[in-house]
């Protein structure tokens, strides 16, 4: 290795490092945020760790992109811009904003509150677990059981499942998020967490095994209901109770045990796709799994860092055209599209599209193409500080229990989480997306105004009761 | 001391949420009904002003030498979609500043290309007539062929130059077997004395015959395997499938799409203007 190669790669280790250690210092400083940002953190480690991985083992080859890739200094400005959004976020939940949550003037009492919140999580409980045995049913007469018969989850979306299971594809991160915060929001009133939601939250995780999934699904569900689990608890924190207090022993052990669980389920998943249904062994086992884990979260960065960054090759007009105006397809992520006709043979990428695959990446690539090198930076501090403002205003709708407002913006966490993993930009442009949004920020307001019309204001006279605005104009 | 205690049923909340909803709305009833109408027919009326836009994708099939492709699937969808060729296309159908024509600019941007089968391309693109969308196929077409011709003409003038020698060969051959055969003749004709030299002669015209049979053979062959090369199965040139049937489609104005369009988002930003500007009415504590 020449002495310019080994600085190099001692620049690139110290940027990744540094970004592991800012990840670290959120794990255990600031737990309940990490916990909030599970979906985001592990995407970054993985990606940066891939990266770095691709550079330091230069050359390597990559089977999807069908040569050798590595050998620059990838790592430096995805460990930027990862940087970029740890910073956002550490600055959007800093300590004393987190707490002024909490302690808001004109906020209506407690009890309104809690029996609010007991009589819509019956009604959330009902209504899922209604929809979870309606998957099952679905699952049972629609045809084989995917695990059972050693089918692709892709093939038994298109050939044998339900609406349901359309249904849960389509809106299930969004509804773990809900579960999520449902399973969690007893506990700002002081009560144990409800672990019927918990439970329900298991039952669609045993689904998506039965049907096929393996890492992706169970890991972009767990971090969704994970985003809700930490809204409440970060309402905790900032009210000054300790997590201790919340989480017994017992509770600990409980978590614990459905955590192991969870990731044996992952492992146990991934091991029979791979051996038995796609039939890897040995030596191609070996270097499937390589090519998995090591390789394929990093290649699309390496190929948009060698374009834009070596080459100089980027083009604002080219880009925004094919990510928002003629992609491939225009129902799917535009981005990774467009990505990987830069990075493939055209005829190749649209033949992997074709057959409904993509490939993984998306941010901060899509910055990076639309932007240039410099440009790039300030549309990923853009991304970085809307994600992070959007997070902390989701943590205050679920501390403050604007329930209905929190069931409208998942649509919005959604679009906005698969930005900041898949860079994926057309949802923003969709009609539907701008009626979401119009939407939700009418439920907002309106939770806001009745809330506001919940809470009490003294007059001159001193009594304890109470009577509506309402009932006196009725009088 | 007792606080007051308030509970708030499921039932409570949600039509709590709806009253606040509709007690916002109400002071403002002129403006949600009229206001939405009004960009209705508005959207309505301007859209039906604008100009049409049509919208089509054929089916190119490239040209073959000899059952090779002249240019490869890959590289003719790669050269429909560069700048270059869509001013040439542009400048072909006499629209050469496109940057100051909105019909010609609209076919710049809308213009592309992507392999669809083995031998074919996809190309779609927009324009704002049903001729103009057919023009532009056409005018692809002949460019794709004009671009090939330093290559296809050389090549088929060749094959064309080597099959008239050949026909000239045949000729040649057949005029030599028809002589051939009549000397043949004439010599069966002719009593011999020398029986023995008679036979002599009557083996090297055979011979004679027979390998003028062979060239003349050979040189059929190689003159029908030249016209194969040139066969309209293996040599063609670059054509739209089934140009007749492609059949543009109008995408805009889509008048009622777009007036319910912006009726609607009319609609919505005007409840979030009431819902916004509507005054938050509080509980009193209020003396017995």
């Known amino acids: ?475 | 001391m007792n606080e007051p205690q308030v509970f708030v049923s499921n039932e409570q909340y949600l039509s709590g949420l709806l009253t606040t909803l509709l007690q916002a709305l109400r002071p403002r009833k002129l403006l949600l009904i009229l206001l939405p109408i009004t960009a209705t027919l508005l959207a309505y009326g301007v859209s039906r002003l604008l100009p049409p836009v049509f919208e089509a994708q054929a089916s190119i099939r490239i040209g073959r030498i000899d059952g090779a492709e002249q240019i490869s699937l890959q590289t003719a969808s790669v050269r429909v979609n560069t700048v270059s060729f869509k001013q040439r296309v542009l400048r072909a159908m006499e629209m050469p500043n496109y940057e100051e024509n909105r019909q010609a600019q609209l076919i710049f941007w809308t213009l592309s290309a992507r392999p669809e089968t083995s031998d074919t391309i996809a190309v779609s693109v927009q324009a704002s007539s049903v001729e103009q969308v057919r023009q532009v196929f056409d005018t692809i077409v002949q460019l794709l062929n004009a671009d090939q011709k330093w290559v296809t003409e050389p090549l088929i003038a060749d094959i064309n130059e080597q099959i008239v020698g050949l026909d000239t060969t045949i000729a040649e051959l057949t005029r030599a077997r028809d002589s051939l055969t009549a000397l043949g003749k004439s010599m069966a004709e002719v009593q011999s004395h020398d029986a023995a030299s008679a036979a002599f002669r009557s083996v090297w015209l055979f011979d004679l015959l027979a390998r003028n049979e062979q060239r003349l053979d050979a040189a059929k062959n190689q003159r029908h395997d030249l016209a194969t090369r040139l066969g309209s199965w293996r040599t063609y040139q670059t054509a739209t499938v089934d140009a007749a049937f492609i059949l543009p489609k109008q995408i805009a104005p889509r008048p009622f799409r777009t007036a319910i369009l912006i009726g609607g988002l009319t609609f919505l930003a005007c409840v979030l203007f009431a819902v916004w500007r509507s005054p938050t009415r509080r509980i009193r504590q209020v003396p017995v």
């Not at chain 1, 190669?5 to 280790?13: H, N, P, R």
């Not at chain 1, 930076?377 to 992070?388: G, H, K, N, Q, T």
């Not at chain 1, 304890?464 to 009088?475: P, Y």
């Open chain 1, 1 to 475: 290795m020449s002495i310019e190669a080994f600085i190099v790669a001692i620049l690139e280790t110290i940027a990744a490092a540094a970004v592991f250690a800012a990840m670290g210092f959120i794990v255990v400083r600031r737990p309940v945020i990490a916990i909030m940002f599970v979906f985001v953190f592990f995407a970054f480690s993985w990606r940066l760790g891939s990266m770095l991985y691709i550079d330091l083992s230069a050359p390597v080859f990559s089977e999807q992109l069908e040569r050798n890739i590595g050998s620059a200094m990838g790592v430096i400005p995805l460990a930027v811009s990862q940087g970029m959004v740890l910073a956002a976020v550490l600055l959007a939940f800093r300590p004393q904003r987190v707490r002024a949550l909490y302690a808001i003037p004109n906020e209506p009492p407690a009890e309104v509150l809690r029996e609010a919140s007991r009589q819509i999580a019956e009604l959330a409980f009902w209504a899922v677990l209604l929809f979870v045995i309606g998957l099952f049913i679905e699952l049972l007469i629609q045809g084989p059981i995917p695990l059972f018969v050693g089918m692709e989850r892709f093939d038994y979306a298109v050939q044998y499942a339900g609406p349901l299971h359309r249904r849960l594809i389509e809106w299930g991160a969004m509804l773990t998020f809900q579960l999520g915060v449902f399973f969690v929001v007893p506990t700002l009133h002081d009560h144990p967490v409800d672990r019927r939601f918990a439970v329900l939250f298991a039952l669609l995780m045993i689904y998506l095994f039965l049907v096929g999934h393996r890492f992706s699904s169970f890991y972009a569900y767990s971090s969704f209901f994970l985003i809700g689990v930490g809204g409440g608890l970060l309402g905790l924190r900032a009210s000054g109770r300790r997590l201790r207090d919340l989480f017994n022993a017992r509770t600990l052990r409980t978590i614990a045990i459905a955590a192991t669980a969870l990731v044996l389920l992952v492992i146990v998943a991934l091991v029979y796709s791979y051996t038995v249904v796609r039939g890897f062994e040995g030596a191609q086992l070996a270097e499937k799994l390589k090519q998995r884990m090591l390789i394929q979260q990093g290649e699309m960065w390496w190929a948009t860092y060698h374009n834009v960054f070596r080459l100089g090759d980027w083009d604002f007009e080219q880009a925004f055209h094919k990510l928002f105006i003629d992609p491939f397809d225009p129902t799917r992520n535009s981005t990774m599209q467009f990505l990987m006709e830069r990075a493939l043979p055209e005829e190749r990428a649209h033949f992997i599209l074709a057959q409904g695959s993509s490939y993984t990446g998306g941010w901060p690539e899509v910055c990076f193409e639309l932007g240039g090198p410099l440009g790039g930076f300030l549309l990923v501090a853009i991304s970085a500080i809307i994600f992070a403002e959007f997070m902390f205003l989701l943590a205050r709708c679920v501390i403050q229990e604007r329930l209905a407002t929190c069931f409208f913006l998942s649509p919005i966490l959604y679009a906005l989480s698969i930005n900041i993993v898949s860079g994926m930009a057309n949802s923003f442009i969709q009609t539907t997306f701008v009626v979401k949004l119009a939407v939700a920020l009418i439920v907002y307001m309106t939770e806001d105004k009745w809330r506001s019309s919940r809470v009490l204001v003294p007059s001159s006279g001193l009594s304890e009761t109470l009577l509506l605005h309402e009932k006196k104009a009725e009088a």
